[in-house]
Protein backbone atom coordinates (compact mmCIF):
# COMPACT_ATOMS: atom_id res chain seq x y z
CA UNK A 1 0.00 0.00 0.00
CA UNK A 2 1.42 3.48 -0.87
CA UNK A 3 1.05 6.76 1.10
CA UNK A 4 -0.03 9.33 -0.82
CA UNK A 5 1.08 13.30 -0.36
CA UNK A 6 -2.80 14.90 -1.41
CA UNK A 7 -6.31 13.79 -1.24
CA UNK A 8 -6.01 14.34 -5.44
CA UNK A 9 -3.93 11.89 -5.85
CA UNK A 10 -5.98 9.30 -4.54
CA UNK A 11 -8.79 10.20 -7.08
CA UNK A 12 -9.18 7.47 -9.84
CA UNK A 13 -7.31 3.40 -9.38
CA UNK A 14 -10.86 2.26 -7.66
CA UNK A 15 -11.04 -1.35 -6.87
CA UNK A 16 -13.05 -4.14 -8.77
CA UNK A 17 -15.97 -6.45 -6.98
CA UNK A 18 -16.95 -9.66 -8.81
CA UNK A 19 -20.77 -10.45 -7.71
CA UNK A 20 -21.04 -13.54 -7.03
CA UNK A 21 -24.52 -13.80 -5.30
CA UNK A 22 -27.04 -12.60 -7.96
CA UNK A 23 -27.98 -14.71 -10.84
CA UNK A 24 -26.04 -13.53 -14.04
CA UNK A 25 -26.89 -16.39 -16.55
CA UNK A 26 -24.21 -17.55 -18.18
CA UNK A 27 -21.85 -14.17 -17.53
CA UNK A 28 -19.36 -12.72 -14.84
CA UNK A 29 -20.45 -9.67 -13.71
CA UNK A 30 -18.04 -7.07 -12.24
CA UNK A 31 -19.19 -3.90 -10.33
CA UNK A 32 -16.37 -1.09 -10.84
CA UNK A 33 -16.53 0.86 -7.17
CA UNK A 34 -16.15 4.45 -7.92
CA UNK A 35 -17.18 5.44 -4.48
CA UNK A 36 -14.29 4.83 -3.30
CA UNK A 37 -12.95 7.99 -5.07
CA UNK A 38 -11.99 10.61 -1.66
CA UNK A 39 -15.16 12.53 -2.27
CA UNK A 40 -17.53 9.45 -2.65
CA UNK A 41 -18.20 9.17 -6.28
CA UNK A 42 -17.18 8.82 -10.00
CA UNK A 43 -17.63 12.40 -10.24
CA UNK A 44 -14.10 13.18 -8.62
CA UNK A 45 -12.42 12.08 -11.96
CA UNK A 46 -14.23 14.78 -13.63
CA UNK A 47 -13.75 17.90 -10.81
CA UNK A 48 -10.60 17.18 -11.65
CA UNK A 49 -10.24 16.70 -15.47
CA UNK A 50 -12.05 19.99 -15.65
CA UNK A 51 -10.55 22.52 -12.91
CA UNK A 52 -7.12 21.02 -14.78
CA UNK A 53 -8.33 22.26 -18.07
CA UNK A 54 -9.44 25.52 -16.81
CA UNK A 55 -6.25 25.96 -15.46
CA UNK A 56 -4.24 25.09 -18.08
CA UNK A 57 -6.84 27.14 -20.75
CA UNK A 58 -6.36 30.06 -18.49
CA UNK A 59 -10.63 30.21 -17.72
CA UNK A 60 -10.11 30.40 -14.06
CA UNK A 61 -8.25 32.96 -11.96
CA UNK A 62 -6.65 32.03 -8.79
CA UNK A 63 -8.92 33.32 -6.21
CA UNK A 64 -12.10 33.07 -8.53
CA UNK A 65 -15.54 31.27 -8.49
CA UNK A 66 -16.27 28.07 -10.24
CA UNK A 67 -20.06 27.89 -11.21
CA UNK A 68 -21.54 24.07 -11.53
CA UNK A 69 -25.34 23.23 -11.97
CA UNK A 70 -25.33 19.31 -10.60
CA UNK A 71 -27.46 16.30 -9.34
CA UNK A 72 -24.71 16.96 -5.92
CA UNK A 73 -21.49 14.53 -7.24
CA UNK A 74 -19.87 16.40 -9.70
CA UNK A 75 -20.25 19.78 -6.94
CA UNK A 76 -18.88 17.47 -4.49
CA UNK A 77 -15.36 16.78 -6.58
CA UNK A 78 -15.67 20.11 -8.11
CA UNK A 79 -15.42 21.57 -4.56
CA UNK A 80 -12.77 18.92 -3.29
CA UNK A 81 -10.35 20.19 -5.73
CA UNK A 82 -11.38 23.56 -5.74
CA UNK A 83 -10.38 23.32 -1.55
CA UNK A 84 -7.17 22.05 -2.37
CA UNK A 85 -6.54 24.46 -5.32
CA UNK A 86 -8.09 27.43 -3.69
CA UNK A 87 -10.52 28.25 -5.76
CA UNK A 88 -14.47 29.46 -4.55
CA UNK A 89 -17.46 27.06 -5.46
CA UNK A 90 -20.83 28.40 -6.25
CA UNK A 91 -23.46 24.86 -6.69
CA UNK A 92 -26.81 24.96 -8.13
CA UNK A 93 -28.54 22.20 -7.02
CA UNK A 94 -32.30 20.72 -8.48
CA UNK A 95 -34.63 20.73 -5.48
CA UNK A 96 -35.01 16.75 -5.25
CA UNK A 97 -31.50 16.57 -4.09
CA UNK A 98 -31.02 14.43 -0.86
CA UNK A 99 -29.95 16.44 1.73
CA UNK A 100 -27.06 14.06 2.73
CA UNK A 101 -25.47 15.12 -0.65
CA UNK A 102 -26.44 19.17 0.68
CA UNK A 103 -25.03 18.85 3.71
CA UNK A 104 -21.95 17.11 2.27
CA UNK A 105 -20.83 20.39 -0.37
CA UNK A 106 -21.79 23.03 2.68
CA UNK A 107 -19.23 21.15 4.82
CA UNK A 108 -16.93 21.45 2.19
CA UNK A 109 -17.15 25.20 2.06
CA UNK A 110 -19.45 24.85 -1.17
CA UNK A 111 -22.15 27.65 -1.50
CA UNK A 112 -24.72 25.99 -2.74
CA UNK A 113 -28.12 27.43 -4.13
CA UNK A 114 -31.46 25.23 -4.78
CA UNK A 115 -33.54 25.44 -7.49
CA UNK A 116 -36.78 24.20 -8.49
CA UNK A 117 -36.50 20.42 -10.02
CA UNK A 118 -40.05 20.32 -11.96
CA UNK A 119 -39.01 22.78 -14.76
CA UNK A 120 -37.47 21.63 -17.77
CA UNK A 121 -34.47 23.21 -20.16
CA UNK A 122 -35.53 26.41 -21.09
CA UNK A 123 -37.29 27.55 -18.09
CA UNK A 124 -35.74 30.76 -16.20
CA UNK A 125 -35.19 28.35 -12.82
CA UNK A 126 -34.25 25.47 -14.36
CA UNK A 127 -30.03 24.83 -12.36
CA UNK A 128 -28.87 24.45 -15.93
CA UNK A 129 -29.97 28.20 -16.96
CA UNK A 130 -29.13 29.60 -13.24
CA UNK A 131 -25.71 28.52 -13.66
CA UNK A 132 -25.47 30.11 -16.94
CA UNK A 133 -26.79 33.08 -16.18
CA UNK A 134 -24.78 33.58 -12.89
CA UNK A 135 -21.96 32.64 -14.91
CA UNK A 136 -22.39 35.88 -16.84
CA UNK A 137 -22.93 38.37 -13.95
CA UNK A 138 -20.08 37.37 -11.73
CA UNK A 139 -16.86 38.57 -11.85
CA UNK A 140 -13.78 36.40 -12.37
CA UNK A 141 -15.78 33.44 -12.15
CA UNK A 142 -15.87 29.89 -14.32
CA UNK A 143 -19.38 27.99 -15.69
CA UNK A 144 -17.61 24.65 -15.48
CA UNK A 145 -20.88 23.19 -18.08
CA UNK A 146 -19.94 19.22 -17.55
CA UNK A 147 -22.86 18.84 -19.89
CA UNK A 148 -20.78 20.15 -22.48
CA UNK A 149 -17.10 20.35 -21.39
CA UNK A 150 -14.56 18.13 -23.41
CA UNK A 151 -12.63 17.32 -20.40
CA UNK A 152 -15.33 15.60 -18.91
CA UNK A 153 -15.10 12.65 -21.52
CA UNK A 154 -11.69 12.85 -21.76
CA UNK A 155 -11.73 12.01 -17.74
CA UNK A 156 -12.80 8.41 -18.64
CA UNK A 157 -11.09 8.22 -22.27
CA UNK A 158 -8.02 8.64 -20.48
CA UNK A 159 -8.61 7.31 -16.91
CA UNK A 160 -11.20 5.03 -16.07
CA UNK A 161 -11.64 3.05 -19.42
CA UNK A 162 -7.61 1.91 -19.05
CA UNK A 163 -8.37 1.05 -15.45
CA UNK A 164 -11.08 -1.26 -16.46
CA UNK A 165 -9.01 -2.68 -19.37
CA UNK A 166 -5.85 -3.46 -17.21
CA UNK A 167 -8.31 -4.74 -14.58
CA UNK A 168 -9.85 -6.93 -16.81
CA UNK A 169 -7.16 -8.22 -18.65
CA UNK A 170 -8.68 -6.66 -21.89
CA UNK A 171 -11.24 -9.19 -21.44
CA UNK A 172 -14.20 -6.91 -21.64
CA UNK A 173 -17.46 -7.89 -23.24
CA UNK A 174 -20.19 -5.48 -22.35
CA UNK A 175 -19.92 -2.17 -20.22
CA UNK A 176 -22.97 -0.90 -18.33
CA UNK A 177 -23.12 2.87 -17.56
CA UNK A 178 -26.16 5.32 -17.12
CA UNK A 179 -26.10 9.18 -18.34
CA UNK A 180 -26.19 11.89 -16.81
CA UNK A 181 -23.85 14.44 -18.77
CA UNK A 182 -23.43 11.46 -20.93
CA UNK A 183 -19.55 12.36 -20.28
CA UNK A 184 -19.05 8.71 -18.56
CA UNK A 185 -20.38 6.62 -21.12
CA UNK A 186 -18.77 8.95 -24.14
CA UNK A 187 -15.53 8.79 -22.71
CA UNK A 188 -15.56 5.15 -22.30
CA UNK A 189 -16.85 4.26 -25.78
CA UNK A 190 -14.26 6.25 -27.49
CA UNK A 191 -11.66 4.72 -25.48
CA UNK A 192 -13.03 0.61 -26.26
CA UNK A 193 -13.33 1.75 -29.55
CA UNK A 194 -9.79 2.00 -29.96
CA UNK A 195 -8.73 -1.01 -28.34
CA UNK A 196 -11.85 -3.77 -28.33
CA UNK A 197 -14.64 -2.34 -31.26
CA UNK A 198 -16.74 -4.94 -29.75
CA UNK A 199 -17.26 -3.81 -26.59
CA UNK A 200 -21.18 -3.25 -26.31
CA UNK A 201 -22.11 0.19 -24.75
CA UNK A 202 -25.27 -0.41 -22.59
CA UNK A 203 -27.27 2.56 -21.54
CA UNK A 204 -29.16 1.96 -17.98
CA UNK A 205 -31.97 4.46 -18.21
CA UNK A 206 -34.80 5.20 -15.58
CA UNK A 207 -38.08 5.36 -16.44
CA UNK A 208 -39.61 9.13 -17.04
CA UNK A 209 -36.00 9.90 -19.18
CA UNK A 210 -36.22 10.17 -22.97
CA UNK A 211 -32.55 8.68 -23.82
CA UNK A 212 -33.38 5.28 -23.91
CA UNK A 213 -36.12 5.70 -26.51
CA UNK A 214 -33.77 7.35 -28.90
CA UNK A 215 -30.64 4.49 -28.16
CA UNK A 216 -33.05 2.08 -28.95
CA UNK A 217 -36.12 3.16 -31.52
CA UNK A 218 -34.80 6.80 -32.32
CA UNK A 219 -37.46 8.35 -30.93
CA UNK A 220 -37.64 10.49 -27.84
CA UNK A 221 -39.31 8.37 -24.66
CA UNK A 222 -42.05 10.04 -23.32
CA UNK A 223 -40.79 12.06 -20.29
CA UNK A 224 -41.86 11.38 -16.97
CA UNK A 225 -40.48 12.36 -13.28
CA UNK A 226 -37.90 9.63 -11.18
CA UNK A 227 -36.57 9.22 -7.88
CA UNK A 228 -33.13 7.65 -8.57
CA UNK A 229 -30.23 10.71 -8.59
CA UNK A 230 -27.77 11.75 -10.58
CA UNK A 231 -29.02 9.97 -14.15
CA UNK A 232 -31.43 10.23 -16.69
CA UNK A 233 -32.46 13.32 -18.93
CA UNK A 234 -34.93 15.59 -20.70
CA UNK A 235 -32.44 17.07 -23.46
CA UNK A 236 -29.42 15.10 -24.98
CA UNK A 237 -26.31 16.43 -23.19
CA UNK A 238 -23.69 17.85 -25.67
CA UNK A 239 -21.07 15.34 -24.30
CA UNK A 240 -23.42 12.65 -24.81
CA UNK A 241 -22.88 10.92 -28.34
CA UNK A 242 -26.24 8.67 -28.63
CA UNK A 243 -24.72 7.06 -31.65
CA UNK A 244 -21.79 5.24 -29.77
CA UNK A 245 -24.84 3.54 -27.14
CA UNK A 246 -24.93 -0.24 -28.10
CA UNK A 247 -28.52 -1.01 -26.50
CA UNK A 248 -30.82 0.49 -23.43
CA UNK A 249 -32.70 -0.75 -20.57
CA UNK A 250 -35.18 1.33 -18.83
CA UNK A 251 -35.71 0.71 -15.46
CA UNK A 252 -38.76 1.58 -13.14
CA UNK A 253 -37.48 3.57 -9.79
CA UNK A 254 -39.06 0.63 -7.53
CA UNK A 255 -36.42 -1.77 -9.98
CA UNK A 256 -33.63 0.39 -9.18
CA UNK A 257 -34.08 0.88 -5.34
CA UNK A 258 -34.65 -2.89 -4.82
CA UNK A 259 -31.68 -3.96 -6.58
CA UNK A 260 -29.10 -1.75 -4.89
CA UNK A 261 -31.24 -2.73 -1.43
CA UNK A 262 -30.17 -6.54 -2.65
CA UNK A 263 -26.68 -5.03 -3.41
CA UNK A 264 -26.39 -4.44 0.44
CA UNK A 265 -28.16 -7.54 1.67
CA UNK A 266 -25.90 -10.21 -0.56
CA UNK A 267 -23.10 -8.54 -1.72
CA UNK A 268 -22.33 -5.86 1.40
CA UNK A 269 -22.45 -3.48 -0.76
CA UNK A 270 -23.91 0.00 -0.19
CA UNK A 271 -24.42 2.06 -2.97
CA UNK A 272 -26.30 4.89 -4.67
CA UNK A 273 -29.89 4.48 -6.01
CA UNK A 274 -28.13 5.04 -9.42
CA UNK A 275 -25.85 1.80 -9.08
CA UNK A 276 -29.39 0.20 -8.43
CA UNK A 277 -30.35 0.95 -12.25
CA UNK A 278 -27.16 -0.02 -13.56
CA UNK A 279 -27.40 -3.38 -11.86
CA UNK A 280 -30.14 -4.11 -12.72
CA UNK A 281 -30.26 -3.27 -16.26
CA UNK A 282 -26.68 -5.37 -15.65
CA UNK A 283 -28.34 -8.24 -14.99
CA UNK A 284 -31.10 -7.93 -17.35
CA UNK A 285 -28.42 -8.02 -20.12
CA UNK A 286 -26.47 -10.73 -18.45
CA UNK A 287 -29.88 -13.25 -17.91
CA UNK A 288 -30.64 -12.69 -21.92
CA UNK A 289 -27.42 -13.77 -22.98
CA UNK A 290 -26.44 -17.47 -24.55
CA UNK A 291 -22.67 -17.14 -24.17
CA UNK A 292 -20.00 -16.32 -21.54
CA UNK A 293 -19.74 -13.08 -21.21
CA UNK A 294 -17.66 -10.32 -19.31
CA UNK A 295 -19.72 -7.54 -18.02
CA UNK A 296 -18.87 -4.61 -16.49
CA UNK A 297 -20.95 -2.36 -14.33
CA UNK A 298 -19.89 0.91 -12.81
CA UNK A 299 -21.18 1.58 -9.13
CA UNK A 300 -21.04 5.57 -9.30
CA UNK A 301 -21.75 6.68 -5.83
CA UNK A 302 -22.46 5.35 -2.27
CA UNK A 303 -25.68 4.32 -0.16
CA UNK A 304 -24.44 6.96 2.44
CA UNK A 305 -25.83 9.87 0.40
CA UNK A 306 -29.12 8.18 0.38
CA UNK A 307 -29.95 6.41 4.43
CA UNK A 308 -32.76 8.72 4.82
CA UNK A 309 -34.51 7.98 1.66
CA UNK A 310 -33.91 4.32 -0.09
CA UNK A 311 -32.65 2.59 3.14
CA UNK A 312 -35.32 3.75 5.12
CA UNK A 313 -38.42 1.52 4.90
CA UNK A 314 -41.07 4.18 5.79
CA UNK A 315 -39.89 6.98 3.06
CA UNK A 316 -39.74 3.52 0.74
CA UNK A 317 -43.65 2.94 2.36
CA UNK A 318 -44.63 6.34 1.72
CA UNK A 319 -43.02 6.45 -1.67
CA UNK A 320 -45.08 3.71 -2.31
CA UNK A 321 -42.00 1.41 -3.05
CA UNK A 322 -42.51 -1.16 -0.56
CA UNK A 323 -46.68 -2.30 -0.23
CA UNK A 324 -48.21 -2.91 3.31
CA UNK A 325 -51.37 -5.06 3.33
CA UNK A 326 -54.25 -2.91 3.20
CA UNK A 327 -57.44 -3.47 5.49
CA UNK A 328 -59.82 -0.79 3.89
CA UNK A 329 -60.40 0.33 7.40
CA UNK A 330 -58.16 3.06 9.29
CA UNK A 331 -55.31 0.90 9.98
CA UNK A 332 -54.22 1.69 6.45
CA UNK A 333 -53.79 5.57 7.47
CA UNK A 334 -51.29 4.47 10.04
CA UNK A 335 -47.42 5.23 8.94
CA UNK A 336 -45.66 4.48 11.81
CA UNK A 337 -47.59 1.63 13.93
CA UNK A 338 -46.88 1.30 17.34
CA UNK A 339 -46.07 -2.76 17.04
CA UNK A 340 -43.13 -2.04 14.34
CA UNK A 341 -41.38 -0.18 17.04
CA UNK A 342 -42.09 2.83 15.11
CA UNK A 343 -43.79 5.79 16.97
CA UNK A 344 -41.87 8.58 18.86
CA UNK A 345 -43.14 9.14 21.84
CA UNK A 346 -43.18 10.67 25.17
CA UNK A 347 -43.57 9.99 28.70
CA UNK A 348 -45.82 12.29 30.89
CA UNK A 349 -42.39 12.47 33.66
CA UNK A 350 -40.54 13.45 30.38
CA UNK A 351 -39.34 17.26 30.30
CA UNK A 352 -40.52 19.76 27.51
CA UNK A 353 -37.02 19.82 26.73
CA UNK A 354 -36.72 16.08 25.77
CA UNK A 355 -40.11 15.89 23.82
CA UNK A 356 -38.97 18.72 22.01
CA UNK A 357 -35.50 17.70 21.49
CA UNK A 358 -37.68 14.27 19.92
CA UNK A 359 -39.39 16.12 18.00
CA UNK A 360 -36.64 17.66 16.02
CA UNK A 361 -34.93 14.61 15.91
CA UNK A 362 -37.82 13.02 14.10
CA UNK A 363 -39.12 15.82 12.43
CA UNK A 364 -42.42 15.58 13.70
CA UNK A 365 -44.99 18.33 15.03
CA UNK A 366 -46.68 16.02 18.16
CA UNK A 367 -45.82 13.11 19.80
CA UNK A 368 -48.13 10.89 21.65
CA UNK A 369 -47.98 10.55 25.37
CA UNK A 370 -47.45 7.40 26.44
CA UNK A 371 -47.39 5.59 30.52
CA UNK A 372 -46.33 2.69 29.52
CA UNK A 373 -48.22 1.18 26.67
CA UNK A 374 -51.14 2.90 27.09
CA UNK A 375 -51.95 6.28 25.88
CA UNK A 376 -52.65 9.12 28.37
CA UNK A 377 -52.14 12.15 26.13
CA UNK A 378 -50.69 13.91 23.43
CA UNK A 379 -48.32 17.19 23.14
CA UNK A 380 -47.72 19.00 20.20
CA UNK A 381 -45.52 22.49 18.76
CA UNK A 382 -47.91 25.08 19.46
CA UNK A 383 -48.71 23.43 23.41
CA UNK A 384 -44.43 23.77 23.59
CA UNK A 385 -44.68 27.17 22.25
CA UNK A 386 -47.41 28.55 24.47
CA UNK A 387 -45.49 26.96 27.29
CA UNK A 388 -41.97 28.65 26.81
CA UNK A 389 -43.21 31.68 25.81
CA UNK A 390 -41.12 34.21 27.63
CA UNK A 391 -40.99 30.78 30.24
CA UNK A 392 -37.66 29.27 28.97
CA UNK A 393 -37.17 27.52 32.87
CA UNK A 394 -40.34 25.71 31.75
CA UNK A 395 -37.88 23.38 29.48
CA UNK A 396 -37.66 21.64 32.83
CA UNK A 397 -41.41 20.75 33.68
CA UNK A 398 -42.77 17.60 32.87
CA UNK A 399 -44.55 16.89 29.88
CA UNK A 400 -47.97 15.69 32.04
CA UNK A 401 -48.31 19.28 32.93
CA UNK A 402 -48.85 20.43 29.30
CA UNK A 403 -50.56 17.85 27.53
CA UNK A 404 -53.68 17.33 25.77
CA UNK A 405 -55.50 14.75 27.61
CA UNK A 406 -58.80 15.26 25.95
CA UNK A 407 -58.21 12.47 23.43
CA UNK A 408 -60.78 11.32 20.79
CA UNK A 409 -59.57 7.50 20.65
CA UNK A 410 -60.88 5.32 17.97
CA UNK A 411 -60.28 1.38 17.03
CA UNK A 412 -58.32 0.31 14.41
CA UNK A 413 -61.19 -1.40 12.99
CA UNK A 414 -63.72 1.83 12.30
CA UNK A 415 -64.39 2.97 9.22
CA UNK A 416 -62.40 5.79 7.76
CA UNK A 417 -65.77 7.65 8.16
CA UNK A 418 -65.72 7.74 11.24
CA UNK A 419 -62.63 10.26 11.17
CA UNK A 420 -64.37 12.83 9.54
CA UNK A 421 -66.42 14.80 12.14
CA UNK A 422 -63.14 14.84 14.34
CA UNK A 423 -61.40 15.96 11.81
CA UNK A 424 -63.98 18.55 11.34
CA UNK A 425 -64.04 19.76 14.39
CA UNK A 426 -60.18 20.59 14.27
CA UNK A 427 -59.70 18.02 17.06
CA UNK A 428 -56.85 14.96 17.00
CA UNK A 429 -57.99 11.82 16.70
CA UNK A 430 -55.75 9.12 17.86
CA UNK A 431 -56.12 5.71 16.44
CA UNK A 432 -55.54 3.00 19.17
C1 LIG B 1 -24.83 9.53 -9.16
C2 LIG B 1 -24.49 9.69 -10.63
N1 LIG B 1 -24.20 10.88 -11.12
C3 LIG B 1 -23.94 11.03 -12.42
C4 LIG B 1 -23.91 9.98 -13.29
C5 LIG B 1 -23.79 10.17 -14.74
O1 LIG B 1 -22.56 10.22 -15.22
P1 LIG B 1 -22.30 11.21 -16.42
O2 LIG B 1 -22.63 12.60 -15.91
O3 LIG B 1 -20.87 11.04 -16.74
O4 LIG B 1 -23.22 10.84 -17.53
C6 LIG B 1 -24.12 8.75 -12.82
C7 LIG B 1 -24.03 7.63 -13.75
O5 LIG B 1 -24.34 6.53 -13.50
C8 LIG B 1 -24.49 8.61 -11.48
O6 LIG B 1 -24.86 7.44 -11.02
Not at 7 to 31: A, Q, S, Y
Not at 196 to 218: C, F, Q, T, W, Y
Not at 254 to 267: C, G, M, P, V
Not at 307 to 318: A, G, H, I, V
Amino acid sequence: MSTYTSVIDMIGNTPMLELRNFKTGPCKLLLKLEAQNPGGSIKDRIGLSMIVAAEQAGDIQPGGTIIEATAGSTGLGLALVAAQQGYKILVIVPDKMSQEKIFHLNALGAQVMMTRSDVTKGHPEYYQDVAERLSGEMANSFWVNQFANPANPAAHEQGTGPEIWEQTNGQIDAMVCGVGSGGTIAGLARFFKGVKPSVEMILADPEGSILAGLVNDGEAGELGSWVVEGIGEDFVPPNCDIDLITKAYTIPDYESLATARELLSIEGVLAGSSTGTLLSAALRYCREQTSAKTVVCLMPDSGNKYLSKMFNDFWMTDQGFIQRPQHGDLRDLISRPFDDRAVVSASPDDTLLSAYGRMRMADVSQLPVLDGDRIVGIIDGSDLLLSLYQNQERFADPVSDYMTDRLEMLAPEEPMESLLPILRADRVAIIV
